[in-house]
């Protein structure tokens, strides 16, 4: 027969609390709403500003990819070319609404996206050393790559000039730099 107190005893030495500065999740969330500043498409004429996502590393910082990649995002509205550059750090969500910890989402509403059949939380964009991924995030207009349906949770490497359609909204992904 087992002793209660010594099983109580083992459970309270075995339980442990999660600070935020020990969660890998809420601290780059943290970091990323620290230093977030509203950004968005912009037309092709502006000079392009690359926009660190989640946020730009500090020396040392072993959450995030040392160096990012640079992409471009192209899309068109109307007749309207637009862009917007991004340093890739971490995985980012393409979809609509806020971020919360754990999803990092790139808001696509103010282009027309909930129209266009674009889910709240459509497809992920996972950088690694040697390749970018498209996940879809279980969408329900899906999300094609060059026209090929991305399945849900799978990965599908991305490349220069890849075309991402989310339901109806289309981006054409440049590959300008990418980790050495």
Not at 46 to 60: D, K, N, T
Not at 108 to 115: F, H, I, V
Request: zero cysteines; a negative charge.
């Amino acid at each position: 027969m087992s002793d209660p107190d010594s099983e109580q005893k083992r459970a309270h030495e075995e339980t442990f609390i999660l600070s935020s500065q020990d969660n890998p999740v809420a601290m780059i969330f943290n970091r990323f709403t620290a230093h977030y500043t509203p950004f968005g498409f912009h037309t092709v004429d502006e000079e392009v500003i690359y926009h660190a996502l989640p946020y730009r590393p500090e020396p040392g910082d072993t959450l995030l990819l040392a160096a990012p990649w640079r992409i471009l995002l192209e899309l068109y509205s109307g007749d309207h070319r637009m862009v917007l550059g991004l340093d890739l750090y971490n995985d980012i969500v393409l979809g609509r609404g806020e971020s919360r910890p754990g999803r990092i989402v790139l808001d696509l509403d103010p282009y027309g996206a909930k129209g266009l059949g674009v889910s709240r939380e459509h497809v992920m964009l996972r950088p690694a050393t040697n390749k970018l991924f498209a996940i879809d995030q279980g969408s329900t207009n899906g999300t094609l790559v060059n026209g090929v349906p991305s399945g849900r949770g799978l990965a599908t490497a991305l490349k220069d000039e890849d075309l991402l359609s989310l339901g109806n909204l289309v981006l054409m992904l440049h590959v300008v730099t990418r980790p050495e």
